[in-house]
DNA sequence: CTCGGTGCAAATGCTTTGCAATGTC
DNA sequence: GACATTGCAAAGCATTTGCACCGAG
C-alpha cells in the first residue's frame, strides 16, 4: 500500500476541482482508511481515529469520505442494514459482494465475464457506467453447515 | 396482473409462518402495490393508500412491505438516495438496474448470461443464494446526448 | 378468549446543516 | 484578506417502536 501515491491522488483531484482546499484532516481521513482492513462505516472510522489521538469531527468525516469516493481512493456500498459501508479501493481490483444474511459476513468475488457482459449491456443501451455494484444475497457456506 | 393468484400468494405465506394473521390491511396494501407501476417508496404508497380513502397508517406499510418482500411480492432495492424503493414482483422477469446519476431515470435489464455465471460463482464458494442485485451507475443516452 | 396487528406519536439513529471560528491559498 | 473548511450541536428524515385498543382465529 503505497500512502503517498494515494496521497498525490487526493491532491491531484482536490486541486482539479478548482474550489477544495487541501487540509490535514482530509489526508488525516484517506491514512485512517488506508490504514483500514475490510468494511467499515463512518461512525467506527471516526472513532477509530478519535481513539488514536486524531482530531477529528463526525461531519467532516462524512465529508471526506464523499470526496474519497469521488476520485475513486473509496467505494461506498449500502447492504441490508441501515449503514453506509465503505472499503478502501486503492490498489484493489474492482470486485463485488456476497452477503449472508444469517451472519453477516462479507465474501468478494472478482469475475472478469460479468464485467464483460455488463459493458455490452450497457453498449446495447447507450448507457456510459461510471460505476457497478452486485449484491447476491443468501447464506455462507458455514452457516449452511451449522444451522 | 392476476390479483386473485397474488392474494393466494400472500395467504398461504401467512399461514405457514404459523403466527401471521391475514388482516384486511394487509390485503389492501398489497392491491396498492399491484396497482403501482415501476418503483415507489413506502411514503408514496401510505400517501396514495390515504388519498384513494384506504386506511392504514405508515408502521403498517412498512410493516407489510416487509412480509411482502419475504413472500416475492416485492422486490427492495436502495439507489443512491435515502429512501428505500420497492416494486411489485409478481409476474415479472427476475431484472437489474441501470442509475442515471444525472437525470435519476432506472432502466432495466434481463441478462441470462450474467444470472448463469453468479450461480457458478456461489456454488465455487458453497454460497446459498436467496436474491442477487446488480446495480449499474452512470448516464443515460438521452443525458449523454444533450449536455 | 387469546394474542398478533393496528394506529398513532414519540423515539431512534444515520447523516446533514447552520454558524462562528479557523486556516488555506 | 477571502472564502472554503472545520467542529460542534442541533436539525432532518426514513424507519422503528411502545402502548392501548382492536379483531382474526
Redesign the pocket.
Known sequence: MDFQEAHDILTNH?KASG????????FAILDAVLQSQGHF???SLYYRMITNGV??????V???L?ILQDCGLVSKYRFAE???RYEKAFGRPHHHHMICLNCGDIIEFVNDKIERIQEEACNEKNFKVQSTTIQIFGTCSKCTKRP
Chains 1, 2 share one sequence.
Open positions: 482536490l474550489k477544495h482546499r487541501a487540509t490535514p484532516e482530509r462505516d463512518a461512525e482530531k477529528v469531527s463526525k461531519a467532516t462524512y465529508n471526506t464523499e441501515n449503514t453506509s
